[in-house]
């Protein structure tokens, strides 16, 4: 049943393998490697790939992989007993050549694994015959409480007559508007420290009938006293506030006026585009630069603080403060880390990680975690914080360098056009953000040609050519050889998109040019018909990059429309190697200070790497992801 049994060690190193097939399995198990356990997505404990389901489980003691893949149509319940098994039999055979690190032994492990596979399934067999039974009337929790309810003693019956005339005479004195006195509330108050003392809960475990009408009582009090206290304050008439001005949080006073006066700039009668500012210009040549790239220094510096001044010690209300004491030479357990992971959790979250992606990167921690054997002065907040830490590291390192102009050069070499093909929701930012990449594109002399495949929304096309006008004051064409380097390639609204955009590829190539930007119309992810408009102009054009354009803003969002967006691509073009996304350009992040968990959520659903980040609103404010950076933001 099973084609494929392996264990190897996370340095690559394979200690024994079973292999009933002939068929080759190192694509898959490498995809595993490659797209789960590098990648910190070990909270499942599942992998597919193509027709194969692998299960497989971490040793983070001796640090070895087991796994197990078989055909994902059969549905085999006793894969999880048997790796637990064959995990804990291969731990007590081989306990001290592991220990030892003898990896080149020679493990003679057949017998074991057939028999542990024998008793596995077996087991699975056993539990299939025995039908499910019910629970009969008697054990359940209803049974018990209703016999619960019928035993009853004498000293009950005295104390709930008791507390029954107590509680009755109160609210018949208070219906009547009549004040109860003090010895009322004194035996009220006296009764249930009587009678409750010793039996204030019946054999179940409930509060018993009498100490609930106490506290009924109690709370009546409680709210007739907090009445009499808003009576009196409202008899005290409270000072009239005179009239004050508003501040706004982020406002300016009239000194800023000048700089945000803008009707200095506006169209001279001569001329149709307005004057540039020509101080940009010389600014973006060669690669984007990281954002916040003095954070690095800031960090180097934070750590030789620590270093230095050991003596001082942090303030208890640190996040990590209440689990210091969780220290000592021993093999981590699931338990032990449950506060931590708990708290990173909600740490995560507040700082705007999707809640699934937060909750799939802890379980992920804990799996990593689970068995490995702590030093004497390693604390578990201490070292699940730096796991924690990595994965992300690890999480928004991309898999693959996005290297625009490389590629542009390689395409210009061809005789053919870069093509790039900006996608998202409505009001994200596309059409800026591709105005920045186009500033960017021709400060390293590449002639841009701009799509307006946005054929829905009104103003489109005029913000894009204003974009080309304003490009094209900053960069004359007298210094490029008489050569427009931004052109405008539209039709007009209401056409087809994917013509405009084929259109548009066949004029750049036929003048030369150097890289088409596509912009397409916003959409939501659960617009059917407009998300199959859009796979049509990704298959009818294959475009060499598929970029999404998302807010740093969102949170849980950021996760449905990532997912809908691949998904959709992938239904849509009916094609067996679907053109999915690409990489991303997350927008807005000037706005969101250290709640960067946008970034995460993003990368971590579809495994592509942000590609630009957008921190303005000039052409200029363009940079690249900066791994440490934001997650030192994250982790803070």
Same mark, same amino acid.
């Given at each position: 049943?099973?084609?494929?049994? +392996? ?6 190193? @394979? /200690? ?59 549905? /085999? ?13 291969? $731990? ?43 629970? +009969? ?10 016999? =619960? ?70 709370? =009546? ?66 690669? #984007? ?63 705007? @990680?999707?809640?699934?992606? !937060? ?18 002065? &390693? ?20 898999? *693959? ?45 590449? $002639? ?8 829905? *929304? ?61 912009? +397409? ?10 998300? *199959? ?24 969002? !950021? ?30 992040? &000037? ?8 970034? #995460? ?29 934001? @997650? ?5």
């Amino acid at each position: 049943m099973l084609d494929l049994f +392996t264990i190897f060690s996370k340095g690559g190193i @394979v /200690l024994w393998c079973f292999q009933s097939t002939s068929q080759i399995f190192a694509p898959s198990v490498n995809a595993l490697i490659r797209s789960v356990i590098l990648q910190e997505r070990t909270g499942n404990h599942t992998f597919e790939y193509d027709s194969l389901r692998l299960q497989y489980k971490l040793d983070n003691e001796f640090e070895l992989v087991f796994v197990v893949a078989y055909q994902k149509i059969l549905q /085999l319940s006793y894969v999880d007993k048997f790796l637990n098994d064959i995990h804990l039999e291969f $731990r007590d055979r081989f306990k001290n050549e592991l220990e030892n690190s003898k990896w080149f032994y020679n493990f003679e492990f057949q017998n074991n694994y057939e028999q542990v596979l024998a008793m596995a399934e077996q087991w699975a067999r056993t539990q299939a015959k025995i039908p499910k039974q019910m629970r +009969t009337f008697d054990e359940s929790q209803k049974s018990k409480k209703t016999v =619960a309810s019928m035993i009853e003693r004498k000293d009950d019956k005295d104390n709930k007559k008791q507390v029954w005339k107590w509680g009755s005479s109160l609210l018949g004195k208070r219906k009547k508007g009549v004040n109860t006195n003090k010895d009322d509330q004194m035996k009220i108050q006296e009764a249930p420290k009587q009678d409750l003392s010793h039996n204030q809960t019946n054999h179940n475990g409930e509060i018993n009938e009498e100490v609930l009408i106490a506290n009924r009582m109690k709370l =009546a009090q409680k709210m007739n006293n907090q009445k009499k206290k808003v009576d009196k304050q409202k008899g005290q008439k409270p000072e009239k506030a005179g009239k004050k001005p508003r501040v706004w949080e982020l406002g300016g006073t009239i000194k800023d006026l000048a700089a945000l006066e803008r009707t200095k700039d506006k169209p001279e009668e001569s001329g149709d585009y307005v004057a540039a500012d020509k101080t940009l210009v010389g600014q973006m040549k060669g690669g #984007i630069r990281d954002i916040v790239v003095e954070s690095d220094s800031e960090d180097e510096s934070d750590e030789e603080m620590e270093n230095s001044k050991p003596q001082v010690q942090k303030k208890t209300n640190s996040m990590f403060s209440m689990f210091k004491s969780l220290v000592g030479n021993k093999s981590l357990k699931r338990e032990d880390m449950a506060p931590v992971l708990e708290k990173l959790k909600d740490h995560l979250i507040s700082k705007n @990680v999707a809640a699934e992606i !937060a909750q799939k990167l802890c379980d992920s921690v804990g799996v990593k975690l689970e068995g490995k054997v702590l030093g004497t002065f &390693d604390s578990v907040a201490n070292t699940v914080k730096a796991t924690l830490t990595d994965a992300l590291v690890q999480i928004l390192s991309p898999k *693959r360098r996005v290297d625009i102009l490389r590629d542009a050069m390689e395409a210009k070499k061809n005789s053919r056009p870069y093509v790039m093909t900006f996608c998202g929701v409505n009001g994200v930012g596309k059409s800026t953000n591709l105005a920045k990449i186009c500033f960017w594109l021709i400060e390293n002399n590449f $002639r841009v040609l701009i799509a307006a495949c946005d054929t829905f *929304r009104a103003g489109a096309v005029e913000q894009l050519r204003t974009h080309m006008r304003h490009l094209n004051a900053l960069h004359p064409s007298e210094k490029h050889g008489n050569q427009t380097m931004v052109q405008l390639y539209e039709k007009g609204y209401g056409k087809d998109a994917a013509g405009i955009a084929m259109e548009a590829i066949r004029f750049a190539k036929d003048s030369k040019i150097d890289v088409v930007l596509v912009d +397409t119309a916003g959409r939501m992810q659960d617009n059917e018909p407009l998300m *199959r408009a859009l796979t049509k102009l990704i298959k009818v054009n294959e475009p060499d990059l598929v970029l999404f354009v998302g807010e740093a803003l969102v949170g849980n969002e !950021a996760v449905d429309q990532l997912v809908k967006f691949n998904q959709a691509l992938a239904d849509h073009s009916q094609s067996n190697n679907p053109h999915i996304i690409d990489g991303i350009v997350l927008t807005k992040f &000037d706005t969101i200070d250290d709640k960067v968990g946008a970034a #995460i959520s993003m990368t971590y659903i579809t495994g592509q790497p942000i590609v630009f980040i957008g921190t303005g609103q000039t052409y200029t404010d363009l940079k690249s992801l900066n791994a440490k950076v934001v @997650v030192h933001a994250l982790m803070k």
